[in-house]
């Protein structure tokens, strides 16, 4: 019964690879936000968006851009692989700020 | 910045005991938000609090928002292993902030 959708959701990639990883929602919420966590760690923002044409870097946004062309797609792209982008990338979305709807996040591993 | 600390970092308990974690913020807050983190999962929404003092209840779990805003409480009451997971909070600073900053979280073992 997702709303959110990540893809993929395990990725094992090269150093130097560039690579986007995709999230939809189809629940026409505005705000939507790319979050890095390791485990056992707290979030951390990369990414965020606020409607269409409207992106924002969040505190872990080097290395990395966003775009968000459509409401419902706001996809993350690492220009150049690295060992520390190693992690868990959690895309989510919110309507008036009032809860974050996560995806199942894709979990990336750079070799 | 906005600095949080989620307390305890971990907690083992045995199934039927009370758990409780806190979340304490260097400044006034606007609200808070509560999540919850199931092992390999992404978290989850469980709640938000906005007035001073504001106690909210969701079956065993009671939330609550500190007199001074500056801090919350999450308490489940006789944990079951269906509890398991990892607790977050999310602060938003006072002032017009729509950016939260996340705690480490706190995580709950419950032993059967």
């Known amino acids: 019964e997702a709303d959110i959708y990540q893809t993929p959701r395990y990725l094992v990639i090269g150093t130097g690879k560039k690579i986007t990883l995709e999230c939809s929602q189809t629940m026409g919420h505005d705000k939507m936000y790319w979050y890095q966590q390791d485990p056992g760690m707290e979030l951390h923002l990369i990414h965020y968006?606020?409607?269409?044409?409207?992106?924002e870097k969040g505190d872990l946004s080097s290395e990395s851009t966003v775009s968000r062309i459509r409401t419902e797609h706001f996809p993350l792209t690492l220009e150049s692989a690295r060992p520390s982008h190693t992690s868990q990338y959690l895309c989510?979305?919110?309507?008036?700020?009032?809860?974050?709807?996560f995806g199942s996040g894709t979990r990336l591993t750079v070799v | 910045g906005q600095q949080v600390m989620q307390i305890p970092q971990y907690q083992h308990v045995q199934e039927g005991e009370d758990f409780t974690t806190y979340c304490n913020s260097s400044?006034?807050?606007?609200?808070i938000q509560w999540y919850k983190q199931r092992p390999g999962g992404h978290p989850v929404f469980l709640i938000q609090?906005?007035?001073?003092?504001e106690v909210k209840k969701q079956k065993r779990l009671t939330f609550q928002f500190g007199e001074a805003k500056k801090n919350s409480s999450l308490h489940i009451t006789a944990t079951q292993t269906t509890d398991v997971g990892t607790y977050f909070c999310?602060?938003?600073?006072?002032?017009?902030?729509?950016?939260?900053?996340f705690g480490r979280g706190t995580s709950l073992i419950v032993h059967p």
């Open positions: 999310a602060v938003f600073a006072s002032g017009g902030s729509y950016i939260p900053t």
């Open positions: 989510a979305s919110s309507e008036n700020h009032y809860g974050y709807t």
């Open positions: 400044t006034t807050l606007s609200n």
């Open positions: 968006s606020y409607g269409v044409n409207s992106t």
């Open positions: 609090l906005v007035k001073s003092g």
